[in-house]
């Protein structure tokens, strides 16, 4: 079952030359240890631009999608669903 959320979440990342790793992210009290990506893609709404990963955190069994704001600097869980044992 996948949960639509868009929920502002705190992220690190790390910077590699051009591109961006996202570590990890922050919701509520649980921190989501980010071990698989797939490559981001770009929204663009008038001159803002979001960029949207996908994302597998396996240690919390989750996948999910999030956003970055690239005007209002502002992360947000899009949505996850539970990975299947």
Not at 19 to 31: L, M, P, Q, S, V
Not at 41 to 62: M, P
């Amino acid at each position: 079952m996948n949960r639509v959320v868009n929920e502002q979440v705190d992220v690190i990342v790390k910077y590699k030359a051009s591109a961006i790793e996202i570590i990890k992210f922050k919701r509520g009290n649980t921190e989501y240890s980010v071990t698989k990506y797939g490559k981001p893609w770009i929204e663009r709404i008038g001159d803002n631009i979001i960029t949207h990963y996908s994302l597998i955190c396996e240690r919390q069994g989750i996948c999910c999608e999030i956003s970055h704001n690239h005007i209002l600097n502002k992360w947000l869980l899009v949505q996850f669903d539970v990975l299947e044992a």
